[in-house]
Structure formats: structure tokens, C-alpha cells
């Protein structure tokens, strides 16, 4: 979220960052040392604390477990979705309420009852808000990672709303005055960024978020001839020259099946085979130049290789949000 702002040129000032990882923490810290981090239960903190921020715009990335498609989608009943209620309960006591509120989380939220939960209090509150589903590849980046954002300004006349009242679905699929590839969609409207038709040509080669890796780094980036007998069949293989990737989680490297490409520098996918040599995986600094973060951003030397795919496949998409902000900025 904080290098999306920066991104977005706007001035401006992170009054407090929350996260109740460690690993993440220390990361944050070592890129922004200026901010103050609290590393606790959001749920614990007093109101008063969250009125003396007197902060203008909250972000927020809640955890995604409570709503994945993979998961169990027990939603709000999921215990880790408690600090995000409580986020949600609180927008209706605070005095100073900040004035612009953006959300994102993983495709299955906006069939959640804590989106209902929420789109409520937003109403009784005095919030416009739109909601979106979108994908990287819409901006040119060779990385397909759909996700729900919402984007609500404190600029609307509050309004009585029951706990049963139902508000209608309208996702929007591109972002006002930006210039994005339109995802395909059937006869009914219905999108479907991951099985859509895209124009190609519009989204860069993946070689152009490649690095330059030395002889040590090809070898401890390397499958294993194990995992290429044992699973090559299942992975998603892509090519320097492809135009797509697919998402990467954070159990890439250690399981094979949709949890991200792996790259064939050699040959063409499908007729020559992989090899020892000529097939990785994507490095960390590779993935994270596909979500769009900058090469300011750098890991700590004690983060170690598996933390940081588990870090990047639990984070966003650093172009996306940034053209919400600015967009939000704008409404």
C-alpha cells in the first residue's frame, strides 16, 4: 500500500502501519524506518488511539483465508475476520472518521456476508463507495492476479439501513479515466478475467521483468529433476516471450499446482522437454516486478527465500492500487 501511494505522486504523510506478522514487519521497517509500526491485535487498540491519528485515508488488505475459493468461505464466522469487523464496527463510533477508505482482498469477498456486513455501515455511515474486480493484465502486467477492491469517500448523506437489507452487486471492471485493456465478457455481461479473451499485444513480455541472475543464482533457482518427473505435468509453464502469468501464492515453490508459473528459458512448451536446465522458477525480485513494486523495494539479508515468496504471494498488486488512490483521490 505505502509504495502504491508513492506511485500516485500525491504528498502525503503514513501516520501508523498495522500487521501482526513478524517477518512482514521487519520487511515494511526496513523499506519505510520512518513510520511507526504497531504489531498488535487491531481489535485490542482503543478508540481513542484511532481518533488521535486523525488520519484522512485508511488501507486495508484483511486476511484472505475467510474468503478463498480454496478455503472453507466461512466469512465472518472465521475468527480471522475479526479484525476487520471490528474496523467495520468502529467507522460508526469514531468522531473523525477518515474521509477515504480502500479495501482489497481476494474473488470470493464479494460473495461474502462480510462485504454485506460492511456495504451496510458504509451506508448508515455517509459513504459513497464503488466496488471493482480487477486484474494487472488490465495495466500491461504480465500477471494475472484478480482481486475485489472498494473505494468509499465520506461525502453522502447517512442513511437507515437494516441488518437484512440487501444491496446489489455492481462491480465495476475499469477504473474511471485510466486507460485499461477491457476484460472479454459473455452475452450477459458476466466477466471472467481468468478464462477471458485478452489482446495480448497490449500486455508486456514477461522477459521484461526478468533479471539478470549469475550462475549461483540459476542453480539455487532451478527444479529439481525430482519435481519435474514427480509434477512437471501440472505446472503452468510460460516463456520469456509469453504476455502472462499466472497468480503466485504463498506456497509457491513448495507445491506445483496453482500456485504460480515457472519459466522455460529454452525450447517450446509443449514439444521440448524440461530440463534440470533450461526450466525455474521465478525469483522473489521477479515476482515482486510483476505486482508492480519498484527496485527501491528490497528485503532485509535475514529474509529468507521461502519468506519472501510467502510474503509476495500474501501481498497486491502495487500498479493497481496505485491508479485506485489516485482515482479515489479524484472522486
Known amino acids: 500500500m505505502h509504495f502504491a501511494l508513492k506511485e500516485t505522486g500525491i504528498d502525503f504523510q503514513v501516520v501508523r502501519a498495522f500487521d501482526i506478522n513478524t517477518v512482514a514487519n521487519e520487511v515494511y521497517t526496513h523499506n519505510f524506518a520512518e513510520v511507526p509500526l ?20 485508511w488501507t486495508m488488505s484483511p486476511p484472505c483465508q ?32 477518515p474521509t477515504f477508505l480502500l479495501m482489497e482482498n481476494v474473488v470470493g469477498f ?34 494475472s492476479r484478480t482481486r475485489y477492491y472498494l473505494l468509499a469517500k465520506l461525502d453522502a ?7 437484512s437489507e440487501g444491496l ?23 466477466v471472467d478475467f481468468e478464462k477471458g479473451a485478452w489482446d495480448h499485444d497490449k500486455v508486456r513480455q514477461i522477459m521484461a521483468f526478468m533479471e539478470d541472475l549469475s550462475d549461483d543464482e540459476l542453480a539455487s533457482s532451478r527444479l529439481s529433476q525430482n519435481v519435474l518427473d514427480k509434477h512437471g505435468y501440472v505446472h503452468d509453464v510460460v516463456t520469456p516471450a509469453d504476455r502472462r502469468t499466472c497468480c503466485f501464492t504463498k506456497g509457491y515453490t513448495r507445491f506445483a ?18 530440463t534440470v536446465e533450461n526450466t525455474r522458477y521465478f525469483t522473489p525480485r521477479e515476482i515482486a516486478n510483476l505486482m508492480g513494486f519498484p527496485a527501491a523495494f ?18 497486491l498488486s502495487v500498479s493497481v492500487v496505485a491508479v485506485l488512490i489516485s482515482y479515489l483521490h479524484r472522486m
Do not use: W
Not at 76 to 88: G, W
Not at 307 to 315: A, H, V
Open 257 to 274: 499446482e496453482g500456485t504460480g508459473s515457472i519459466l522455460q528459458t529454452a525450447g517450446v512448451v509443449g514439444t521440448d522437454p524440461m
Open 66 to 97: 475467510p474468503y478463498t475459493r480454496q478455503g472453507l468461505q466461512r466469512g465472518s464466522d472465521d475468527m480471522r475476520s475479526k479484525s476487520f469487523l471490528f474496523l467495520i464496527d468502529l467507522l460508526g463510533k469514531l468522531q473523525r472518521k
Open 168 to 190: 446489489p452487486a455492481r462491480f465495476r471492471y475499469e477504473v474511471p479515466g485510466v486507460e485499461m485493456i477491457p476484460p472479454a465478457a459473455d452475452c450477459d455481461g458476466h
Open 38 to 57: 504497531m504489531q498488535r491485535c487491531i481489535e485490542a487498540l482503543p478508540m481513542s488511539m484511532f481518533e488521535a491519528l486523525k488520519a484522512d485515508l
Open 110 to 143: 464479494e460473495k461474502s456476508d462480510t462485504r454485506a456486513i460492511l456495504l451496510r455501515q458504509l451506508v448508515r455511515v455517509g459513504y459513497r463507495f464503488e466496488e471493482y474486480l480487477l486484474n494487472p493484465l488490465q495495466l500491461g502486467y504480465p500477471n
Open 157 to 163: 448523506q447517512p442513511q437507515v439501513c437494516s441488518d
Open 298 to 315: 528490497y528485503f532485509p539479508a535475514a529474509t529468507s527465500k521461502r519468506q519472501q515468496y510467502r510474503l509476495l504471494g500474501n501481498s
